[in-house]
């Protein structure tokens, strides 16, 4: 079978696997979802279970979850009546991934050229400037910065909007985006640089240089394809990060996407919306990883899936 | 022979000892407890003059005293997750590494998959589920720690495994579990290391982040989380109670970041 068919095939047990963990770990949670400061009268919550099937047993339950779900069908949130998690999903998916790509191309673009800038001058004034500069970045959660940010930039210098959301003004993103992704741009910075270095030190470099090639030519194909391997595959931990961080920063900033959602879904036993989310932004990782194997080919062709998969290297 | 140790892990090194030890012992000496309500300063900025050195919160309770709890809680936290993930991260490296075949194989996979995984996920799973204890949220820690330390310490084995003292004590009929006890995992200890305090700082911010959402560590008890997460509730008012207890925060995971590193230039000089 094709190599890159396959890589992408092997993510459907995966996804299986990770919707039957949690399906599991949500489950095994104490407390359901109509648990209220007052206890509800048993046939009202006789009637709550028929009608959300959770009156069925579990084994049944599971299977008529995964029948809706590969149907598109996430079922109905149980907690904020009257929504489907589709309907959740439909407002706050596109918040969310809006944040997340931002940030992420962010951390790339600014995070590489540091990376690469502070291998050039080893040892030199701007190296000992920028890499201090990212283990602080990386020291430094989301969490930390968002607030902070908020409260230079939007309470006291009055730049920009401490909170809120009007259906995606540029103003409204700049804060959030810029707290979620300098954890990852300091990672990548480093990474690159790391990298960088090692790949500085290669023969073919020396001899790119030694034939007189520009070294514009000498940085986008020599230096870089190869430096991009590891921060590359760095890709799916960058953006499993900047995954973790909205739930922070989504918060924060008061933005309607769906990291509010997966805390609030998990204390409140909300089973569908929580299962929903681990669903959809799994396979968003998956795909991610899956992309990243296919790219690495293209960049390094050792790392190619059908030379990796036949041993031959 | 006495190898020098590095400047700047000896220094780190310090700064960690100091932080430690007056978080353990300085509240002692406060004239305020972590949960002492003062009632003539409610919310008061730092000041020498009021005994609030970094001020107070909404309760009137102490800051100082507070953050150094908050400090304790999360150093404690952040280590027993490692060691406990360093249990697991050997363990399984060790076994996949040495055994070879088809149990790594399976190991692998699984490390692999894990690893793609969206793993905040299943920590606020698992703290849901396991309820909200101290133990809990270790556990939910340790369980995403060991992954990284799973694959360096197969690697290391793997080397291992071709050594003559390995094959001299298979030859004499030494079982499998003692020649990984005494052959292979003294001999994986400097990376190991190295990798445990690599992953310290990951496991602080990990606890701190579950804190700032709610699911770690619970009020009155403080951690650094918890305490950030109260403070960027009040950060126009009292910007305090966010600064202290992040700059803190950011501190220690800097300063424990620069002694991994600084451990692994010492230990693997190629390594950057």
Known sequence: MNPTLRRLLWNIPVLLLIVTLAFALVRLAPGGPFDQEQALAPDVKANLDRAYGLDLPLSQQYGRYLWRLVHGDFGPSMRLRDFTVNDLLRVGLPVSLSLGVWSLLLALGVGIPIGVLAAYHRGHGLERVLMPLMSLGVAIPSYVTAPTLALVFGIYLHWLPVAGWEAGAARDLVLPVVALSLPTLATIARLTRASALDVLEMSFLRTARAKGLSPLHTLFWHLLPPTLVPVLAYLGPAAAGILTGSLVVETVFGLPGMGRYLVQGALNRDYTLVLGQVVVYASLILVINAIVDVLQGFLDPRLRLDARDSGRL | ?272
């Open chain 2, 1 to 272: 022979m006495r190898v020098a140790v590095p400047l700047s892990v000896r220094v780190c090194a310090t700064v960690l000892v100091v932080v430690a030890s007056a978080s353990v012992v300085l509240p002692y000496l406060s004239h305020w407890q972590a949960a002492t309500l003062d009632w003539d300063h409610v919310a008061v900025s730092p000041s020498w003059s009021a005994g609030h050195v970094f001020g107070t919160d909404r309760l009137g309770r102490d800051l100082f005293v507070r953050t150094l709890a908050g400090v304790r809680v999360s150093l404690a936290i952040g280590l027993l997750a490692t060691l406990v993930s360093v249990v697991i991260g050997v363990t399984v490296g060790a076994v996949a590494g040495f055994l070879g075949g088809r149990t790594d194989a399976l190991l692998m996979r699984l490390v692999d998959v894990l690893y793609s995984l969206p793993y905040i996920f299943f920590v606020i799973l698992l703290t849901v589920s396991l309820g909200r204890s101290p133990l809990a949220l270790l556990l939910a820690i340790a369980a995403v720690g060991w992954l990284t330390m799973a694959r360096v310490v197969r690697a290391q084995t793997q080397a291992l495994r071709q050594r003559e003292f390995v094959t001299a004590a298979r030859a004499i009929g030494v079982s499998t579990p003692a020649i990984l006890w005494r052959h292979i995992v003294p001999n994986v200890a400097g990376p190991v290391v190295v990798y445990a305090t690599l992953t310290v700082p990951s496991l602080i911010l990990l606890e701190s982040f579950l804190s700032f959402l709610g699911l770690g560590v619970q009020e009155p008890a403080a951690s650094l989380g918890n305490l950030m997460a109260q403070g960027a509730a009040e950060m126009e008012a009292a910007p305090w109670m966010l600064l202290v207890p992040g700059s803190f925060l950011v501190g220690i995971v800097l300063v424990i970041g620069i002694l991994g590193d600084a451990l692994r230039d010492w230990v693997d000089p190629r390594a950057r």
